[in-house]
Protein backbone atom coordinates (compact mmCIF):
# COMPACT_ATOMS: atom_id res chain seq x y z
CA UNK A 1 0.00 0.00 0.00
CA UNK A 2 1.57 2.97 -1.03
CA UNK A 3 1.83 6.28 1.25
CA UNK A 4 0.32 9.67 1.13
CA UNK A 5 2.15 12.49 2.79
CA UNK A 6 -0.29 14.51 4.57
CA UNK A 7 0.20 17.87 4.57
CA UNK A 8 1.34 19.55 7.87
CA UNK A 9 -0.28 21.81 9.36
CA UNK A 10 2.07 24.27 10.52
CA UNK A 11 3.47 26.07 7.31
CA UNK A 12 6.94 26.20 7.26
CA UNK A 13 8.45 29.85 7.41
CA UNK A 14 8.54 30.56 3.88
CA UNK A 15 5.09 30.20 3.39
CA UNK A 16 3.92 32.01 6.43
CA UNK A 17 5.35 35.25 4.51
CA UNK A 18 3.08 37.16 2.76
CA UNK A 19 3.62 38.26 -0.83
CA UNK A 20 3.94 42.27 0.32
CA UNK A 21 5.92 40.89 3.32
CA UNK A 22 7.91 39.21 0.78
CA UNK A 23 8.46 42.39 -2.03
CA UNK A 24 9.56 44.01 1.33
CA UNK A 25 12.13 41.85 2.16
CA UNK A 26 13.35 41.77 -1.02
CA UNK A 27 13.81 45.33 -1.69
CA UNK A 28 15.78 45.49 1.85
CA UNK A 29 18.43 42.90 0.96
CA UNK A 30 18.64 44.20 -2.71
CA UNK A 31 19.30 47.61 -1.32
CA UNK A 32 21.78 46.34 1.65
CA UNK A 33 23.30 44.24 -0.81
CA UNK A 34 23.99 47.76 -3.40
CA UNK A 35 25.17 49.21 -0.55
CA UNK A 36 27.46 46.76 0.34
CA UNK A 37 28.91 46.60 -3.24
CA UNK A 38 29.11 50.37 -2.90
CA UNK A 39 31.50 50.02 -0.04
CA UNK A 40 33.83 47.54 -1.49
CA UNK A 41 34.29 49.63 -4.84
CA UNK A 42 34.49 52.60 -2.74
CA UNK A 43 37.41 51.09 -0.18
CA UNK A 44 39.14 49.47 -3.63
CA UNK A 45 39.25 52.91 -5.11
CA UNK A 46 40.50 54.38 -1.82
CA UNK A 47 42.96 52.22 -1.04
CA UNK A 48 44.44 52.22 -4.82
CA UNK A 49 44.15 55.96 -4.66
CA UNK A 50 46.22 56.41 -1.52
CA UNK A 51 48.49 53.98 -2.56
CA UNK A 52 48.96 56.15 -5.90
CA UNK A 53 49.39 59.09 -3.97
CA UNK A 54 52.31 57.86 -1.52
CA UNK A 55 54.40 56.47 -4.77
CA UNK A 56 56.41 59.48 -4.78
CA UNK A 57 56.92 59.41 -0.99
CA UNK A 58 58.36 55.45 -0.72
CA UNK A 59 62.24 55.68 -1.61
CA UNK A 60 62.78 51.65 -0.54
CA UNK A 61 60.86 49.44 -4.11
CA UNK A 62 61.00 47.05 -1.08
CA UNK A 63 58.55 49.01 1.35
CA UNK A 64 56.42 49.95 -1.91
CA UNK A 65 56.15 45.92 -2.91
CA UNK A 66 55.22 45.59 0.94
CA UNK A 67 52.68 48.34 0.73
CA UNK A 68 50.73 47.45 -2.61
CA UNK A 69 51.24 43.42 -1.47
CA UNK A 70 49.67 44.44 2.39
CA UNK A 71 46.71 46.76 0.57
CA UNK A 72 45.98 43.84 -2.09
CA UNK A 73 45.44 41.51 1.21
CA UNK A 74 43.13 44.43 2.90
CA UNK A 75 40.91 44.63 0.38
CA UNK A 76 40.95 40.79 -0.56
CA UNK A 77 39.86 40.05 2.91
CA UNK A 78 37.82 42.86 3.22
CA UNK A 79 35.89 41.65 -0.26
CA UNK A 80 35.89 37.93 0.86
CA UNK A 81 34.09 39.17 4.09
CA UNK A 82 31.19 41.41 2.94
CA UNK A 83 30.82 38.73 0.40
CA UNK A 84 30.16 36.01 2.60
CA UNK A 85 27.62 38.89 4.72
CA UNK A 86 25.85 39.79 1.52
CA UNK A 87 25.65 35.58 0.79
CA UNK A 88 24.75 34.81 4.75
CA UNK A 89 21.89 37.88 4.24
CA UNK A 90 20.57 36.03 0.85
CA UNK A 91 19.92 32.33 2.42
CA UNK A 92 18.34 33.84 5.67
CA UNK A 93 16.96 37.10 4.38
CA UNK A 94 13.28 35.85 5.34
CA UNK A 95 14.39 35.84 8.71
CA UNK A 96 16.48 38.84 9.08
CA UNK A 97 14.12 41.03 7.24
CA UNK A 98 11.46 39.74 9.19
CA UNK A 99 12.54 40.71 11.98
CA UNK A 100 13.65 44.28 10.83
CA UNK A 101 10.36 44.68 9.58
CA UNK A 102 8.11 43.75 12.20
CA UNK A 103 10.34 46.08 14.46
CA UNK A 104 9.90 48.78 11.90
CA UNK A 105 6.15 48.53 11.98
CA UNK A 106 6.36 48.42 16.05
CA UNK A 107 7.91 51.99 15.83
CA UNK A 108 5.73 53.24 13.90
Not at 74 to 79: C, E, G, S, W
Request: negative net charge; proline residues 2%.
Amino acid sequence: MEQVAVPSKQATASEEISSALQQRIDAMYARDRAIAIGFVVALWATIFFVLLEVHSYIANPAVETVCWIAAFMLVLFNTTSITAMVRHYLHDKNHIYSVDIKHLDAGR
